[in-house]
């Protein structure tokens, strides 16, 4: 995925599918009604997102406490990240280029 591509939360199909595009070959991905997730894989770096359909970041990680709703997934394919925007914060995902270039 080499273009950049803002979509609001209400479209939750063309999240998965942008989602799941740019995660391909990358590691675990789970696709549902209502979440979605990517999980790297061992011997890579442990790291991953979650996002669900009401825009709620799921921490992955212990020391990341957010607690908003996001109203915009805005993938930035070059750089191989996810900016969430919501009315009072943005958080920034980005894949670890060790994980990249395994693809």
């Not at 950049?4 to 070959?25: L, R």
């Not at 894989?41 to 921490?59: E, M, N, Q």
């Not at 212990?62 to 709703?69: A, D, G, K, R, V």
Request: negative net charge; aromatic residues 8%.
């Amino acid at each position: 995925m080499n273009e950049n591509i803002e979509i609001k939360i209400a479209d939750w199909n063309s999240i998965c599918s942008v989602f799941t595009e740019m995660f391909d070959g990358l590691g675990k991905i789970d696709v549902t009604d209502d979440i979605i997730a990517y999980q790297s894989i061992k011997p890579h770096v442990a790291t991953g997102i979650s996002l669900d359909r009401k825009g709620r970041l799921l921490a992955n990680m212990p020391l990341h406490s957010i607690e908003t709703e996001f109203e915009i997934v805005h993938f930035l394919g070059r750089s191989q990240s996810i900016k969430l925007i919501g009315k009072n914060s943005t958080y920034v995902y980005k894949i670890p280029q060790e994980i990249i270039n395994s693809r």
